[in-house]
């Protein structure tokens, strides 16, 4: 069985640019949630999907979006790029509607903003 | 409320010794309490998981052990290896109305000595 898959692994953008990363959940999942990583502040949460809807947000300006699509693969974009958005993007995937709270990871979208 | 707080930082054990993780949280809410593995270059791991009505869960040379009254959680690792060396993060799960989301603590960096 396939794991969570993410796209791309690394990337360097510059300040003021945007940025889509994307993620293919574990076949069967309908839930997916992206989490931020950063030495500073550990694993934050940014916002998760089920069925192609928003259930959760975390605090996280607007500049961070997020979809989801039928086939339940999901995006997140984030816009006007500033230097303490540096970090590693996981996105976790699960059932979301039983077995809850088991999240399984991806290897996660290293971002650089220079 | 969020918060989950987890100690030590870092942690140096010798080949053979017990690891032991703790983690203490304030919400009651939270119901289930995973704990996952994460090496460098990869993302974070299910390694094992407990829900507050079970005071000890093991797999394995992993045991988790749960005191509810005193939320409190922690992670033994019996018999550590070097494979073990890796960052360890407890988490909680906070659901509100279907959605999931993990609390996370700071991340225990274990280090296995040969």
């Known amino acids: 069985k396939a794991g969570v898959t993410q796209t791309p692994r690394y990337l360097i953008k510059t300040r003021g640019q945007q940025v889509t990363l994307s993620c293919s959940p574990i076949?069967?999942?309908?839930?997916v949630s992206w989490y931020q990583q950063t030495p500073g502040q550990g694993l934050q949460f940014l916002f998760e999907y089920f069925s192609e809807t928003q259930r959760n947000k975390g605090n996280f300006p607007g500049r961070f979006s997020g979809r989801q699509f039928s086939n339940s693969r999901s995006e997140m974009n984030v816009s006007t790029l500033e230097l303490g958005d540096s970090a590693l993007y996981l996105c976790?995937?699960?059932?979301?509607?039983?077995?809850?709270?088991?999240?399984?990871f991806g290897e996660g979208s290293r971002l650089t903003v220079l | 409320q969020q918060q989950v707080k987890q100690s030590p930082q870092s942690l140096i054990v010798q080949k053979g010794g017990i690891s032991i993780i703790n983690c203490a949280y304030e919400?009651?809410?939270?119901?289930?309490f995973p704990w996952y593995q994460q090496f460098p270059g990869k993302g974070p791991a299910l390694l094992i998981a407990?829900?507050?009505?079970?005071s000890e869960k093991k797999e394995g040379r992993f045991t988790i052990s749960f005191n509810k009254s005193a939320k409190q959680f922690s992670l033994h690792i019996m018999d550590s290896q070097p494979g073990d060396s890796a960052t360890y993060f407890c988490a909680a799960l906070a659901r509100i109305q279907g959605a999931q989301k993990l609390v996370f603590g700071q991340g225990t960096r274990l280090t296995i000595n040969p």
């Open positions: 407990i829900r507050p009505d079970v």
């Open positions: 076949s069967g999942h309908r839930s």
């Open positions: 976790a995937s699960s059932f979301g509607d039983r077995r809850v709270g088991e999240l399984f």
């Open positions: 919400n009651t809410a939270f119901d289930y």
